[in-house]
Structure formats: structure tokens, C-alpha cells
């Protein structure tokens, strides 16, 4: 994810950086939780601030529509089976970075460890060039779109919580203003590979002006 600047941000998102970095003046960006290479403060994240990064999220190839503007947000456990999924492919390499990297850049934090059961948060530390930056981490997100579940963001981690064979926390978004990018399959359609199928084979129908831009509003998948 490329960096986004916090006055980015706040412009994108309605968010104050006056209510919500206090303690984080000097914060330069929002970047990737992958990019801090140390972790000095990690806050959960309210519902507010959730729902306003969401409500910012515009579609990548109409940037003036935002599907989520008049959206309810549910945090809840899910079972993945219950999901269709959007993309066809689970990548190897993601899965085994996900198990050994994840618990280790919040040592030192009393948090829920392992990605089935940690909840929305939001991270404070230096990048590793020393910058101050401020990260996100937001569980899979969920679209119901009539009576489906769609995955949209989060397969890595649904995928290796159904494997084991438990529960996931989700955050549940109804009352979206556009349909889905593509068609959702069953996870009975998505292989593990080891390198990213050609883009024609990642999605089925994908619509790309319909996809959510995510990285817009520093939520990086």
C-alpha cells in the first residue's frame, strides 16, 4: 500500500486528527501495518472511526461514487464457510507470512493474539526509515448483498481460519449502493498457489470500475 498522508486522510475521511491523534502529532502517514517496523502504541478502534473510513472508501474507476456512504457496519465472529468469495486463489507465501509475522508485531501488547479472533485497532510507530506513521488493522470485511455473504477483503485470513476449523471476527456491511465487482464463488472454487494466476483468472466477471479502493482510505488488506 502506498502511504497516504494524514491530511490525506482526514480530507478523505472526515476524520479529526485533532480528536483522534493526540498523542500523534508527528505522524507523517497512513501506511501498511507491514510498514511499521516498530510498534510504540496500539488503541482499539472506535466504531466511529471505522464507520467513517468505510463511508470514504470510493469505487477505483469512479472515484465520485462511495458504496458505503449510507452503509451499516456489524462487527461479528463468522464462520467462512458461510462467505462466497471474491477472488479464486489463496497465494502460499501470504498464508505462511500471515502465521509466522502477525502475533509477532504486536509483542509486547496485551491484544486477543492471531488473526481469528483480533479485533479492529489502530497502531502508532516509526516506519523502517524512522518515519512516524500510523497503521491500521481492520478484520475481514463481509458485503451482504440480498441474502449473501460476500467476502470482500480478508481471503488469506478466512481461508486459514476454515482450514483449522473456527471462527473469524468480521465486520458486516449492509445497505451497499453497488453491486459486487465480480461474480463470488464457493470456496470450493479457490486454489492455493504459489505464484498470482494472470488477472483475467483472479476474479470471475470482474467488473474493475466497480471495485472498492480500499487503499484510499489506509486499509490495507
Known amino acids: 500500500m502506498e502511504p497516504v498522508k494524514i491530511e490525506d486522510f482526514r480530507n478523505r475521511t472526515g476524520i479529526s486528527r485533532g480528536d483522534l491523534f493526540r498523542s500523534w502529532q508527528n505522524s507523517a502517514a497512513v501506511v501498511g501495518l507491514r510498514e511499521l517496523a516498530v510498534i510504540d502504541q496500539v488503541l482499539v478502534m472506535p466504531k466511529d472511526y471505522l464507520a467513517a473510513m ?107 481460519v476454515m482450514t483449522i476449523g473456527t471462527t473469524i471476527e468480521a465486520i458486516v456491511i449492509s445497505g451497499v449502493s453497488q453491486q459486487f465487482p465480480c461474480t463470488p464463488v464457493p470456496w470450493s472454487e479457490v486454489r492455493p498457489v504459489d505464484e498470482k494466476p494472470p488477472k483475467a483468472e483472479r476474479n470471475r466477471d470482474l467488473m474493475p470500475e466497480l471495485f472498492r479502493d480500499l487503499k484510499h482510505v489506509g486499509i490495507d488488506g
Open 54 to 160: 468505510l463511508r470514504g472508501v470510493p469505487l477505483l474507476g469512479k472515484p465520485d461514487i462511495f458504496p458505503y456512504k449510507n452503509a451499516v457496519f456489524t462487527s461479528l465472529r463468522m464462520d467462512p464457510r458461510g462467505v462466497l468469495v471474491a477472488q479464486t486463489f489463496v497465494e502460499r507465501k501470504k498464508c505462511l507470512n500471515l502465521l509466522e509475522t502477525f502475533n509477532g508485531k504486536l509483542t509486547g501488547f496485551l491484544l486477543t493474539n492471531g488473526v481469528a479472533k483480533c479485533t479492529a485497532f489502530i497502531a502508532h510507530g516509526l516506519t523502517k526509515d524512522g518515519v512516524a506513521a500510523v497503521a491500521h488493522y481492520v478484520p475481514p470485511l463481509v458485503e451482504l448483498q440480498g441474502d449473501r455473504h460476500i467476502l470482500l477483503d480478508g481471503t488469506h485470513r478466512d481461508y486459514l
